[in-house]
């Protein structure tokens, strides 16, 4: 990361709420579940389809799983209402993964049993095996409407790929810095392991979410799906929302299907702090952006 960028983040907590607020408005629909209604509203509109994610800080209790696995039924019951062209995405450690596994897997089931699709979204690498496991367990016994995520800066993930076949896979670069035994570092290594990966899932036979925004992985993907005769229905593109929406405007210009992701909830400031804390790269783009609105014309 740029060195102004590492000062301006380091100085996020000291920028004003509504500044951050004001900041993260284009990344997260609100604070309250209306929100989220209107924005999934707003993209169906244009043609494009939603998944929406309940913001949520580490839980350390039980009920602040319930609180959340609550959150989701309300988000599916807004879906239902309005007939909304969107599903959700579930945080495992949300629903209580590092409680109990077993409290995870109740709540995940008592999400996934409205029927609409649920995608288990990935964290980090020590999630993985239970993530993964869990997700095979559940579509095993007759849960269809579950989805999962691989990650291609993970060293494991071709060989998880093979292991999905049929299955209904988002792929993306990954957001966690892991430790370089088990994650590639190197932009170009995370790009050609992404291209892999989504060889593989697509010649295993799954559904792939193509989640990105990195044009040239656009193109791969694009060449991936034609030379396999795959339909727009054969595929999804991914985007979080707010994140180069000009790439995502094309594609759905061009016919193929484009999922946003929206995330929404009370803990956004929490969660927008965390996220650019954590994740240089993102805070870097979040920085520049900062340092554009506080010196008009640079
Ligand atoms: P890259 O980081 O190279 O970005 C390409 C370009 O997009 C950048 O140059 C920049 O212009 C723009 N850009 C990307 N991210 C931006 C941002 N946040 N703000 C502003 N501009 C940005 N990760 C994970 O570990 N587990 C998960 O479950 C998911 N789920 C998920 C769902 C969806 C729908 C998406 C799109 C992404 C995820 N991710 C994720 C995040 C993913 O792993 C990755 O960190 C980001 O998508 C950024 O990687 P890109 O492939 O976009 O490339």
Same mark, same amino acid.
């Given at each position: 990361m740029h060195p102004l960028d590492r000062a301006v983040v380091a100085l996020l907590p000291l920028v004003p709420k509504p500044l951050v607020r004001r900041l993260s408005s284009r990344y997260i629909a609100g604070s309250e579940l209306e929100d989220a209604r209107r924005t999934v509203a707003t993209l169906n509109a244009a043609g494009k389809l939603a998944t929406v994610d309940v913001l949520g800080e580490e839980i350390t209790r039980a009920d602040e799983a319930a609180v959340i696995t609550r959150a989701y039924l309300d988000v599916l019951d807004v879906i239902d209402e309005d007939g909304l062209d969107a599903n959700v995405s579930v945080k495992l450690t949300g629903l209580g993964l590092k409680l109990e596994p077993a409290l995870a897997r109740e709540n995940l089931l008592a999400i996934a049993a409205r029927g609409t699709f649920v995608r288990i979204d990935m964290e980090d690498s020590s999630t993985t095996d239970a993530t993964l496991a869990l997700y095979r367990e559940l579509v095993g016994s007759g849960h269809e409407n579950l989805g999962v995520v691989l990650q291609a800066?993970?060293?494991?993930t071709e060989g998880d790929a093979r292991d999905l076949a049929g299955a209904n896979v988002r792929l993306c670069k990954g957001i966690y810095l892991e430790p370089p035994e088990v994650a590639y570092r190197d932009f170009d290594q995370v790009r050609s392991s992404f291209v892999r990966t989504l060889d593989a899932l697509l010649d295993g036979g799954c559904y792939v @979410?193509?989640?990105?925004?990195d044009e040239w992985l656009v193109d791969r993907a694009l060449e991936a799906v034609r030379a396999r005769g795959l339909?727009?229905? @054969?595929y999804e593109f991914q985007m979080l929302l707010g994140v180069r929406p000009a790439l995502g405007d094309g594609l759905v210009g061009a016919g193929h299907r484009l999922r946003i992701y929206v995330p929404f909830g009370r803990q956004w400031y929490e969660y927008s702090l965390r996220r650019l804390q954590e994740n240089p790269k993102v805070a870097g783009y979040v920085a520049r952006d900062l340092l554009r609105s506080l010196v008009p014309g640079r």
């Open positions: 800066a993970l060293r494991r @979410g193509i989640a990105t925004h339909g727009p229905g @054969g």
